[in-house]
């Protein structure tokens, strides 16, 4: 399966593409096959920027053709003003894997930090140490967006199996 997970923003989307189990060359394998980040330039209207969100996540799905887009939940922490641009970038994230049948699951920022660290409280210097490790890349990614958006990946891929064999359990 292929997963791209997403870390988004008005300002700066993240991106990470991984691949598990045969797309990854074997069961229990897990890859990065891309990360990056979605930069809008915060003198545009943000309809041109939303524009340029889903023009970019849309090119990445037609590029890496996920089986499944997973984002990271909304922090309602941030003040409105910011909660509602994260919400427009995470609209049109949605918009883009619709238009092309991919199904969407957010996580919290704590369910991201536990697949991936174990702790919902873990720092994002540990979240990136971890994606490192558990993707076998040479060096941790360098941005936390591009941290946050393969954690997100990650968590993905391995709730995906647990939640398929408990849909099938009528559970």
């Keep these: 399966m292929i997963v791209l997970g997403i870390d988004p923003g008005l300002a700066s989307t993240g991106y990470g593409v991984v691949a598990t189990g045969e797309a990854a060359g074997g069961a229990g394998r897990m890859v990065a096959l891309d990360g990056g980040v979605i930069r809008t330039p915060s003198g545009r209207p943000h309809e041109g920027r939303l524009a340029e969100i889903h023009g970019s996540v849309a090119a990445l799905m037609d590029k890496h053709v996920p089986g499944a887009v997973a984002l990271e939940e909304l922090y309602f922490g941030q003040n409105a003003r910011t909660a509602f641009a994260v919400g427009q970038a995470r609209g049109v994230v949605m918009l883009a894997a619709g238009q092309r049948g991919i199904g969407c699951t957010s996580y919290t920022p704590q369910q991201v930090k ?18 490192k490790v558990l993707l076998g890349l040479a060096t941790e990614p360098r941005s936390d967006h591009i941290a946050d958006a393969l954690a997100v990946a990650i968590c993905h891929a391995n709730h995906a199996p647990v939640s398929a064999a408990l849909a099938g359990a009528g559970v």
């Design 114 to 131: 536990g697949a991936v660290c174990g702790s919902g409280r873990a720092g994002k210097e540990q979240v990136a140490r971890m994606v």
